[in-house]
Every structure is written in structure tokens, then in C-alpha cells.
């Protein structure tokens, strides 16, 4: 329903994405509220349209280009500078209605009661454990438990698929797990311990994808006549007047426009959030004023506490009865969290993926992963626009792994997959083992299409036909950074080395404008999400995590979304 640009909006919100569908959806609740949502992306209303979209194996949605943000670059291990030179990596970022939910990996975890804990005592009052759960509570419809850690009457669907996802190699990997007294908990969103579990999942009783645009924005919410819903309309900047924001500049097909409110809450995105803050004249002073922009807040935290969750891999020839059977669905049906006993660490702060097919295509189902990560991360990047065009793309440096914390635990993280995979049970599941991620060469292949199925399935054939010492000189060419990981395993200096110039990431950025006490200096908002010193606007995403929980960071974003639009609703 469109409402009436030029009366009176009480709430206008920037990106619709995990948490701006949320705020649009509960905000507009109050009929005396006039809410308007701006996505630059489109609209994938319907999943029967989008089967794409709605698909239980999610690597064909997050290797579409269609859904992403084109010319998003980012550096991701540690250089020492953010030079415009350093080399960069493409880093994929949602542009459609749903944002991340709509094309991510499909978990849907909370992480430790610690995480939000320590919001709490790091000065964001009302953030602990026991105010967040709550509102994990209120955002999930979950299918298979029902006590009082979850919800039963929520939007968003949450479940676990069950062995239906099961091949021999994840089979065998319980089994090594059981003989070297791992635990499998029932619920990766129950009590926080280490373990193996079935990962949980936003999806439906028909085991589809479920969107925020899908979940929250229904038929019904659409029809109200209070909230209108724009895509394609991508905001240039930020209308701010006497220490108040006013408005918005936005480009649509059409051509250029401005639109007036109340209240403008951004929800970007980690990454997209502070450019948009930037170009309005709010952020770090003396880097607004070398990209020649009028100073209007000076906040230094803009863009600076960058995080994500440093990753590594290991790539497993899986033999002909091990792989993944049937039409494509999910990939990751058993997740591993443990504790690294460093010091100073939190438990449950590593992760680790048993993940039974590589990609969409043949050669994809003949290869499986174990995909681990550090769950709480303490190295720290940060994006900064470019002198030169400050309207183009960020300049974005994750600097991952410059705490050696990270660095350390990584390598041991990398040194207990290769223990787990080299288990003499998995002599009849896997042939080979390589470390390494997709090739320039794999990558052409992430998107879906028929000749892409051709050429794969030729590929793989041969492949098969190979002999394992022939395949073995074959993989150096197919993967990026390969190497033994027998022989990192065995060389720890050599094991840190290669980790510091391969470290990848999850795809979680956040912390770009967090939140924070008066008397913290690089805090960007308070505890409700309120912009230091311009009245009327306010940030809703996964930019005002003051620290990176240990979870995949869809949901904490979705709960996020869920409690600050209700102090919206009562301020």
C-alpha cells in the first residue's frame, strides 16, 4: 500500500534487509504510525517465483551475482595498512528484499548467553542474556521444541532437518566424535556447551528458505495501508539539519527525490551503514574532511570495530558411496562448537562444519568440508571511504587475525580438523585430503546453469575415472591455496604462515557503529540504537554489535530488529 510521501512519516527506514523487514513489519502494527521502507535491491515477493531463493541448499542463492552487490571488494588478512593498493577479495553482499536472510547459509543460531552478557558489561544497559531471550523468543516459530528457551508463535520458522540429511561420511564423523567422547546435544539453541548437533535452520515445514521479506512482510502486512514498501531506491545521503535528521536523498528509476520523517532509521547493513553516515557528514572528522565532505558529527567509532568470524577448511575426496544423493538440499547438517582453553577465551568459541557437498554441481557433490571459523573473535578492522570517490565503494579492511589470539586459535582449530579427518574409520569415505578453497576457475561455476552442469558433470566423470595419484596432481590446479595439510599439521610456523595469508570469513561483518556508554568514546549509538548527537535517527543492524557473538549473525541481528523496534514503538 503507498503512502503519501509528502504527509507526515513517522518512520522511515534504509535497507530491507534481516532487520529493516522486522522493523517495517512491527513498527506499521501501530496504525497511528506512517512507516516507509527503502530497499535499493528488489522485490522476490512470492518463494514460488524464486525457487532460487527458496532452494534448501543455499549455495545457489549466495553465488548468484544477480542478488549481490556488484564492485564490493574487502582485504581480509592483515596487512599493516588500508592502502587502496593491498589485494582484495570480492565479498558478497545481499541486494534484494530479505538482505541476508534471503541468500545466506541458512543458520539460524543465538549464540552464548555470554555474548549479550557482555554487551551488558561493557556499558549498553539493558542488553544481558535474560533481556535479549525474550525477543529470540518472539521472532521464532521453532518446529521441534517448545520450553522456555524458544517460541512457538513467531514469524520466523526455525528447525532441524534430522538424519534425512545424513550420508556415510556425515555418519562416520558422529561415530569418530562418539569414540572420542564428544557429546551430540540435542539442541544447538539449547544450553550452551560443547558439542556436535544438528544445525538449526530457517526453514518451513517444506523445508524451503525462509526470507524476514517472506516471514515478516506477508500479503497481509503489505496490504496496510500505514507502511509502503519502495525497492529499487537506493538513498545517496542523509538530510540532516540543527542537529536533527530530517530526511532522506534517494535515487530511484523515476530519477531523484527527497523524502521527509520523523524518524530515519538506518538498516544497511554493517557495510553499508557507515558510507551512508559518512557521505551525510557524520563520522570521523578529519576522514570526512580529506574526502571533502562538510563535517556535521564528529564520531570517530564510524566505520571503525570491524568484525567477522576468521575461517579455514579442509577439502575431502569423497568415494562414490559417501556423497550426498538425491536433488540439492542442505549441505551442513552437523556443526562441532568447542572451547580452546585459551586464556582469557570464552567457552564454546570455536566452530566447525561437517559439510557433505562443495558446491552445486558434480564436482561439487564429490567433495565434502570441514569449514571451521573462530567463534569470538577479537581482531578488530575498518572501513573508510575513498579520497578519491567517496560516493563509490568503500574502502573495507577486515584486518582478520591481527590479535594473535585469533591467529593461534585458528592454527589449532585447523590442526584438530585434520586430526578428525585422518581418522583411520574414514579410510572407505574419503581419498584424499586437501587444504584450500575454490579456484578463480570454480568460482566461473558458482552460478547455476545448464552448461555449467554439463561441463561439471564431464569434469567429474573424469575425475572418477582418474587414479588417486593423477587426481592428487589435478587438485593443485582446481583449488586456491592448496597444500598438504598433513604437512601444516606437522609444521607449526609453516601452519600459522599459510593461515595468515589464506584466512577467509563467514560472511559476518558487524560492529561498524556500536553501540556504547556516555563515556565511550567510539560508541556511535546508545543502547536504543540512537545516533550520538543527531536527533531522530537512529541504527538498527548488525553494525551496533558492540562485540561479535558466537553464532552466525542473522539472528542475533533479526532479535536485535525486534527489540529496538519495540523501544521505537514506546519512545
Known amino acids: 500500500m503507498s503512502v503519501d510521501s509528502s504527509s507526515n512519516v513517522d518512520f522511515l527506514i534504509i ?6 523487514c522486522v522493523l517495517a513489519a512491527r513498527l506499521s502494527e501501530d496504525p497511528a504510525l506512517r512507516v516507509v521502507l527503502l530497499e535499493a535491491g528488489f522485490d522476490a515477493a512470492r518463494p514460488e517465483d ?17 542478488y549481490t552487490w556488484a564492485g564490493l571488494n574487502a582485504r581480509l588478512p592483515h596487512s599493516g595498512s588500508n592502502r587502496p593498493d593491498v589485494k582484495r577479495t570480492r565479498y558478497e553482499q545481499a541486494k534484494l528484499l530479505g538482505g541476508g536472510s534471503a541468500i545466506n547459509g541458512i543458520g539460524a543460531n543465538r549464540g552464548s548467553p555470554d555474548d549479550y552478557d557482555e554487551w551488558e558489561r561493557m556499558g549498553v544497559p539493558d542488553w544481558s542474556w535474560d533481556t535479549c531471550l525474550p525477543y529470540f523468543r518472539k521472532l521464532e516459530r521453532d518446529l521441534d521444541f517448545d520450553n522456555e528457551l524458544h517460541g512457538r508463535d513467531g514469524p520466523f520458522p526455525i528447525r532441524r532437518r534430522g538424519d534425512v540429511l545424513w550420508t556415510p561420511f556425515t555418519r562416520t564423523m558422529l561415530k569418530i566424535c562418539e569414540e572420542r567422547a564428544i557429546p551430540f546435544l540435542p539442541d544447538q539453541n539449547g544450553v550452551w556447551e560443547d558439542g556436535i548437533f544438528e544445525m538449526t535452520v530457517n526453514m518451513d515445514e517444506k523445508a524451503r528458505r525462509v526470507s524476514t521479506a517472506w516471514a515478516y512482510l506477508t500479503p497481509q502486512v503489505r496490504q496496510r495501508p500505514n507502511l509502503e ?20 536523498e534517494i535515487a530511484r528509476p523515476g530519477g531523484a527525490e527527497r523524502l521527509h520523517a520523523a524518524n530515519i532509521v538506518l538498516s544497511a547493513g554493517a557495510l553499508a551503514t557507515p558510507p551512508l553516515l559518512m557521505r551525510s557528514g557524520v563520522g570521523p572528522g578529519h576522514h570526512l574532511a580529506d574526502c571533502g565532505i562538510a563535517v556535521v558529527m564528529d564520531l570517530p567509532g564510524v566505520g571503525q570495530n570491524l568484525m567477522e568470524h576468521p575461517s579455514s577448511g579442509l577439502v575431502p575426496w569423497l568415494r562414490k558411496p559417501a556423497r550426498q544423493r538425491g536433488p540439492l538440499d542442505y549441505h551442513i547438517p552437523i556443526g562441532y562448537r568447542f572451547s580452546s582453553g585459551l586464556d582469557g577465551c570464552p567457552s564454546g568459541d570455536m566452530h566447525m562444519n561437517f559439510v557433505t557437498r562443495a558446491a552445486w554441481h558434480p564436482i561439487g557433490g564429490q567433495l565434502g568440508s570441514l569449514f571451521f571459523w573462530v567463534n569470538k573473535s577479537y581482531s578488530r578492522g575498518q572501513l573508510l571511504l575513498d579520497p578519491a570517490a567517496p560516493e563509490g565503494p568503500p574502502r573495507i579492511d577486515f584486518r582478520m587475525l591481527s590479535d594473535r589470539r585469533d591467529l593461534v586459535r585458528l592454527a589449532d582449530a585447523f590442526e584438530r580438523a585434520v586430526g578428525l579427518i585422518t581418522d583411520p574409520a574414514l579410510s572407505d569415505i574419503v581419498g584424499a585430503i586437501h587444504a584450500g578453497g575454490m579456484s578463480e576457475m570454480g568460482k566461473r561455476f558458482s552460478r547455476q546453469t545448464r552448461l555449467g552442469a554439463i561441463i561439471t558433470g564431464a569434469t567429474a566423470l573424469g575425475l572418477d575415472a582418474m587414479g588417486g595419484g593423477l587426481r592428487d596432481r589435478a587438485f593443485p590446479m582446481m583449488l586456491s591455496n592448496w597444500d598438504d595439510p598433513r604437512r601444516l599439521a606437522s609444521d607449526r610456523e609453516a601452519l600459522e604462515s599459510y593461515i595468515a595469508e589464506t584466512v577467509g570469513g563467514v560472511w559476518h561483518p558487524s560492529g561498524t557503529c556500536r553501540m556504547g556508554g556516555v563515556r565511550d568514546r567510539m560508541a556511535v549509538t546508545d543502547h536504543r540504537g540512537g545516533v550520538r548527537g543527531i536527533a531522530g535517527l537512529h541504527i538498527c543492524d548488525a553494525s551496533i554489535m558492540p562485540t561479535i557473538p558466537c553464532a552466525n549473525t542473522n539472528l542475533p541481528t533479526i532479535m536485535i530488529a525486534e527489540k529496538i523496534s519495540d523501544a521505537l514503538k514506546r519512545a
Open 50 to 66: 524464486y525457487p532460487e531463493l527458496a532452494s534448501p541448499y543455499p549455495g545457489i542463492a549466495y553465488s548468484n551475482p544477480r
Open 15 to 20: 535497507g530491507g534487509g534481516s532487520a529493516g
Open 229 to 248: 514498501i519502495r525497492t529499487e531506491t537506493t538513498v545517496s545521503r542523509i538530510l540532516i539539519s540543527d542537529g536533527r535528521a530530517t530526511g532522506v
